[in-house]
């Protein structure tokens, strides 16, 4: 999948993208409105970005996990090769210090990205701060010539680029989550 992402000032506008698009087979999931006004987005029924979404926790622990399990590693080697795994002690102390240690890293790293906003919408920050609006969709490759159409006609959006997209699988099981939960009672 691929994401296209567009700047708006009128979300009057965007609910009429949106709308248009979830007409031509598009999913909710597929489509993501970005901006610092979250109560105008909700008055407007858009498919707001979650508040910790908007900030950088998820990548931020991925990092930190990295980081973990590379210090976790030289931990065990280094008791290892230097024979103290040989002691009375046996590996019991120095796996639980690699834990910790990956845990800790894990920990920070999430901590971290709670204070920076995602690393995708970076870009876009001086854009948000004036008020403006990023939309966003995930779309596979058949579905372009639809959004190119449906974009012609809305001359005050501007496209801003592409990136990388929600994966498939995910947008996928998103959707069908929300159809489970409209058919229950």
Known sequence: MLRHYYISD????????ENELESKGFSKPQIHVLSEKDAE??????????????????HSTEIGAVFGAIGAAIILAVAYF????????GWLPFVFLAVVVLGFCTWEGGLIGIQVPNYQFKRFQKLLKQGKHVLF?????????IVNE???????????????????????GQDKFQRFMKTMP
Not at 49 to 55: P, Y
């Open 10 to 17: 009128d979300l009057d506008d965007l609910e009429a993208i």
């Open 41 to 58: 987005v909700e008055k407007h029924h858009l498919h707001a970005i979650e508040a910790v979404l908007k900030q950088d926790v998820v």
């Open 82 to 89: 230097l024979g103290w795994t040989e002691t009375a002690a």
């Open 137 to 145: 969709v995930d779309l596979d490759a058949e579905q372009e010539a």
């Open 150 to 172: 449906v974009v012609k006609h809305h001359p005050r959006l501007k496209h801003a680029g592409t990136g990388e997209a929600t994966p498939g699988w995910v947008v996928k």
